[in-house]
Structures are given as C-alpha cells and as structure tokens.
C-alpha cells in the first residue's frame, strides 16, 4: 500500500492526515512489529491496513496512492481492551481468549492486527507471552500480521526471517513530545508513557 490513508480519521480529525506504506510480503516481510507510545497512531495505522484490505476485498477503490492485494481469507484483530466481568472474565482473559482464537484459525492467507499483547500482566509475564505469539505467527501460521507493541525488546526479533521491526516517529520538544504520525523503519529506544501522562495531566 502506497501512502495509504484512514478516510474516517482523515475526515473528521483536527490534524492533517499523514498518509503511510505498508509492505507485507509472504517471505522477508509477512510481520511488523511497530513501536513508539501511545497516541502516536499505531492503532490508526494498523485500523486504517484492515480498512483498505476489506475495500480491496470487496472491489472497491481504496484510499491509497497504489495498493496490490492478494486475497486475504479473514482479518483477524485485537485491539483495545474489554472485559466479561458477568461470566468472571477479567480484561487479561478476554485478550488471552482473543489470541487463543486467532493462534488456533488463522491461516498463511489471514491478516492478523495484534494491538499491545500481554499489557495486562507483569512485563516479564507479558513480554513472553507477547514474544511467543509473534514466533508462532511469524513461524508457524506465516499470516500477515501488524503487531502493535510497548515492548520494544522485541527489536531483537528483527534477525528472524519474516519480521521487520517499524516506529511510529515522535519528535522531542523540551518536557514533551510531538507526535509525527509517521511509520518508518527500525525500533524505538523508549515508550515516552512519562510524557503521555503528562499531556493528559
């Protein structure tokens, strides 16, 4: 996808869309693991990849410069945080539940969005669980996957074959950051959750 676009976000938001790529092949690139902190876009971005992919799907003109799509068989997602709390299922639960599902039916021809897998646990406990997801997905199931992450220790899968590790660029400005909307290659050195509490007060 050339300098693809989320149009809802592009449409009603306050800033000026920044458009990005995304390369997804089936070999050296099926997985990006993207960094950065939140509110920099990676969720928009990962969103905006599923949009454009069920648009194509469906025939329809993407918003895009140039797209080529292959068939994608399902998109499956976790993103955000929801409980169950009348059935006893914590926010952990419902995300373990979630990428139960996906690791157990997704196929070489899914598309799989992954937004902060293991965030509900000790960061031990959730880098792990994190990082073996990514091996089974990249490994096992080789699905296109965009894997949204504050663990930036998983940069250290960018020597396995299949994964590609992104940032989201953000510009630091005295006691604060800017957010550049940008997607570009290599792994963040630091999340900036200081600075986002921050600006939110």
Not at 13 to 19: D, K, Q, R, S, Y
Not at 169 to 186: A, P, Q, R
């Amino acid at each position: 996808i050339k300098e693809g676009r989320h149009v809802t976000v592009e449409r009603i938001g306050t800033e000026t869309f920044v458009p990005n790529d995304t390369f997804l092949n089936d070999n050296d690139s099926r997985t990006m693991i993207i960094t950065g902190p939140n509110m920099a876009g990676k969720s928009v971005y990962m969103r905006q990849v599923a949009l454009i992919v069920i648009l194509a799907q469906a025939g329809f003109f993407v918003p895009a410069d140039k797209a080529e799509i292959g068939i994608v068989d399902r998109i499956f997602t976790r993103i955000g945080a929801s409980d169950d709390l009348s059935s006893g299922q914590s926010t952990f639960m419902v995300e373990m539940i979630e990428v139960a599902t996906i690791l157990n039916n997704a196929t070489n021809k899914s598309l799989i969005l992954l937004d902060e897998i293991g965030r509900g646990t000790s960061t031990i406990d959730g880098l792990s669980i994190a990082w073996a997801v990514m091996e089974e997905i990249n490994d096992n199931i080789k699905a296109n996957t965009l894997f949204a992450t504050h663990f930036h220790e998983l940069a250290a899968l960018n020597k396995v074959e299949g994964i590609k590790i992104y940032k989201v660029l953000v510009k630091e400005l005295n006691d604060t950051v800017l957010f550049l909307h940008k997607i570009s290659e290599g792994g963040a050195n630091k999340s900036f959750g200081i600075e986002v509490a921050q600006i939110a007060g």
